[in-house]
C-alpha cells in the first residue's frame, strides 16, 4: 500500500525521515492546566465529555490555538476500553476514576464483553473525525489507548493504586487467568487503535502508566508478550501509521520496551535519551522527555529545561520533544506556552 498522507512533522520525526526542526506536543495539553477546559467541567461530567464529539474536539482543539504544538491528540479516556468491556465506570471527585465492579475471578473474566468499538465507542470515532477536519492539513490527530497491562490494572484494582496488591496477586497466584484475561484485553484495544486509524489518526500512542511498577523479569513475563500482541495485530492492520509507546518509569525497563516494536518510544525524565542509541540501537525514534514539574518553576529554568532536552539527543532525526508525564493541573499556563515556542527555537535544524 502506498502512504498517501501529508507530510508532517510529527510523522517525518516518528519514521525517522529528515525535518527541518523537532516537533513538539505533550501529553495532557488538553486539560485543567486551562481555563477555558475548567469552564467546560464546570458544566458536564468528565465522561459525558468524553462522550460528546463536539465538546471532545472543542476541549482538544484548545491547545492547538494556544499553543500551537504540532500535533491534536483527541480528548478521550484510557478506561473508554475498559467500560466497554463491561467495568461499571464512574470518575468520583477527589479520587479519579472508580471500576465498580473489580475483575477479580474467573467468572469475571469469563463474563468480559468483547465490543466492538464502532458499536461501543460511536462519540469517539465521529470526535475524530471532526478533528481531522478542523486541523488538517495543518498538523495530525492522534488517537491513543492503555497498553494490556495498565488497562488490566485499573480493571483489577477497581482504579488507582499505590501498590498494585490486587494485580500482582492475580499475577503470581493465578498465572494462567492473568494471562488469559490480557488476551481478551489486548485483542479489543487492537481494534480499539484500528477503530481511530480508520476514522482519521495518523499516529497512535500506547499509555502503559503502570509498568514501571514491575521488576524487568515481571515486565517480561506479564506485560511484553501482550504489548507486542496489539502493535503487531495493530501494524497488521494499519501498516501505515506510526506507533508510540509511553511506558512510565521505565528506565530500568528500557531494553525490554524496544522489543515491544513501537515505531517510537516515549520515554519519561529518568531515561538519559542521549542512551538510548546505544542500549537499544539507532533505528528507534524517541519522544520526551521534560520532567513536567519543571514548569512550575521559573521561565528560565524551563527554557534551559528545553535546551537541555535537545542537545541530549545528539541526532536531527528521530526525537518528538514532549514531557516525561502528562502536564499537571496547576501547571502555569505561560510556561506552557514559552516551552512550545523554545522547542520551536532551539530545535531548529
Not at 495532557?28 to 492546566?33: K, L, N, S, T, W
Not at 469552564?39 to 490555538?65: G, H, W, Y
Not at 520532567?291 to 518553576?297: A, I, N, Q, S, V
Request: aromatic letters at 8%; proline letters at 7%.
Amino acid at each position: 500500500m502506498t502512504d498517501t498522507s501529508p507530510s508532517f512533522l510529527l510523522l517525518d520525526a516518528a519514521r525517522g525521515l529528515p525535518v527541518s526542526r523537532t516537533p513538539v506536543w505533550l501529553m495532557r495539553q488538553a486539560g485543567r492546566y486551562m481555563p477555558e477546559f475548567r469552564a467546560i467541567r464546570q458544566k458536564v461530567d468528565f465522561l459525558t465529555l468524553c462522550n460528546t464529539p463536539e465538546l471532545a474536539v472543542e476541549v482538544s482543539m484548545q491547545p492547538i490555538d494556544q499553543l500551537n504544538v504540532d500535533g491534536a491528540i483527541i480528548f478521550s479516556d484510557l478506561l473508554i476500553p475498559a467500560q466497554a468491556m463491561g467495568g461499571d465506570l464512574e470518575y468520583v471527585k477527589g479520587e479519579g476514576p472508580v471500576i465498580h465492579n473489580p475483575v477479580r475471578t474467573e467468572a469475571d473474566v469469563k463474563n468480559l464483553r468483547a465490543p466492538h468499538p464502532q458499536e461501543a465507542s460511536p462519540a469517539l470515532g465521529e470526535a475524530i473525525a471532526l478533528l481531522v477536519k478542523a486541523v488538517e492539513p495543518r498538523i495530525p490527530v492522534l488517537g491513543f489507548t492503555g497498553a494490556p497491562w495498565t488497562t488490566a490494572a485499573y480493571m483489577i484494582e477497581g482504579g488507582g493504586s499505590s501498590h498494585y496488591r490486587y494485580i500482582k496477586t492475580m499475577m503470581y497466584h493465578e498465572p494462567a487467568l492473568f494471562d488469559r484475561l490480557l488476551e481478551h484485553i489486548s485483542g479489543v484495544l487492537i481494534q480499539y487503535l484500528d477503530y481511530q486509524a480508520r476514522s482519521g489518526a495518523r499516529l497512535v500512542q500506547i499509555f502503559d502508566t503502570w509498568a514501571g511498577a514491575l521488576s524487568l523479569a515481571d515486565y517480561r513475563r506479564f506485560a511484553l508478550p501482550t504489548t507486542q500482541r496489539v502493535i503487531q495485530g495493530f501494524k497488521a492492520l494499519q501498516p501505515d501509521v506510526p506507533l508510540i509507546l509511553y511506558v512510565n518509569n521505565s528506565n530500568h525497563l528500557l531494553e525490554a520496551t524496544a522489543e515491544a516494536g513501537a515505531d517510537v518510544l516515549s520515554l519519561d525524565w529518568r531515561v538519559p535519551l542521549g542512551e538510548v542509541p546505544t542500549r537499544v540501537g539507532a533505528e528507534v525514534s524517541v519522544q520526551g522527555n521534560l520532567d513536567p514539574c519543571l514548569l512550575f518553576g521559573p521561565a528560565s529554568g524551563v527554557e534551559q529545561g528545553v535546551k537541555d532536552v535537545l542537545a541530549s539527543w545528539k541526532s536531527p532525526t528521530r526525537h518528538i520533544f514532549n514531557l516525561g508525564h502528562g502536564i499537571l493541573p496547576e501547571t502555569p499556563v505561560e510556561n506552557v506556552k514559552r516551552l512550545v515556542e523554545w522547542v520551536k527555537e532551539y530545535g531548529q535544524h
